[in-house]
T-cell receptor, first 115, second 109 residues
Framework: DAEITQSPRHKITETGRQVTLACHQT?????MFWYRQDLGHGLRLIHY???????NKGEVSDGYSVSRSNTEDLPLTLESAASSQTSVYFC??????????????FGPGTRLTVL | RKEVEQDPGPFNVPEGATVAFNCTYS??????FFWYRQDCRKEPKLLMSVYSSGNEDGRFTAQLNRASQYISLLIRDSKLSDSATYLCVRMDSSYKLIFGSGTRLLVRP
């Protein structure tokens, strides 16, 4: 079955280290998204991509970067991890932007702790 | 003011009860709205899309009031399995999703 996966599921790292979170989907969806979820804030968009080689900044992009070299993957990199980046990170994908086809499917999440 | 506002709850209701959540949004240009369900420590999953004035799916009814800029979700005959957090979402003009912080529902036996 087609799916969207994230790895690692849990990560503990130290302040200042570079961290990369992986997201892989097998639906061949054009659109992929990264969110973070914190208590009291709901899900906030970090970066998104509408196709290969396309990347865009979201609401809370500072300190994060993404690259889209193929359809299946959108890795999220924390350039220099900070304690404020301790959060749960969700990746999502959607088939299209058109009404009726724009449902976003979410991965299981990555729980990141920055000490 | 948040773009999408929800009462965080929790709403604590007995099995079989009818419960309604409201959600207000600040951007009148929004065209598409959604309700997502999120179980504890799990990923959000789409519950309903709301494209026009509203729609119904079994025990769930979503309504959209563009004049007052709010969306509601009605759950009839609540089940224990309905216990979750319900996220109100609007799609902006760039097709990005804007999430509310969620309303927590607890259904008790």
């Amino acid at each position: 079955d087609a799916e969207i996966t994230q790895s690692p599921r849990h990560k503990i790292t130290e302040t200042g280290r570079q961290v990369t979170l992986a997201c892989h989907q097998t639906w061949n969806h054009n659109n992929m998204f990264w969110y973070r979820q914190d208590l009291g804030h709901g899900l906030r968009l970090i970066h998104y991509s509408y196709g290969v080689q396309d990347t865009n900044k979201g609401e809370v992009s500072d300190g994060y970067s993404v690259s889209r070299s193929n359809t299946e993957d959108l890795p999220l990199t924390l350039e220099s991890a900070a304690s404020s980046q301790t959060s749960v990170y969700f990746c999502a994908s959607s088939e299209s932007l058109a009404v009726g086809y724009n449902e976003q499917f979410f991965g299981p999440g990555t729980r990141l702790t920055v000490l | 003011r948040k773009e999408v506002e929800q009462d965080p709850g929790p709403f604590n209701v007995p099995e079989g009860a009818t419960v309604a959540f409201n959600c207000t949004y600040s951007n009148s240009a929004s065209q598409s709205f959604f309700w997502y369900r999120q179980d504890c420590r799990k990923e959000p999953k789409l519950l309903m899309s709301v494209y026009s004035s509203g729609n119904e799916d079994g025990r769930f009814t979503a309504q959209l009031n563009r004049a007052s800029q709010y969306i509601s979700l009605l759950i009839r005959d609540s089940k224990l399995s309905d216990s979750a957090t319900y996220l109100c979402v609007r799609m902006d003009s760039s097709y990005k999703l804007i999430f509310g912080s969620g309303t927590r529902l607890l259904v008790r036996p």
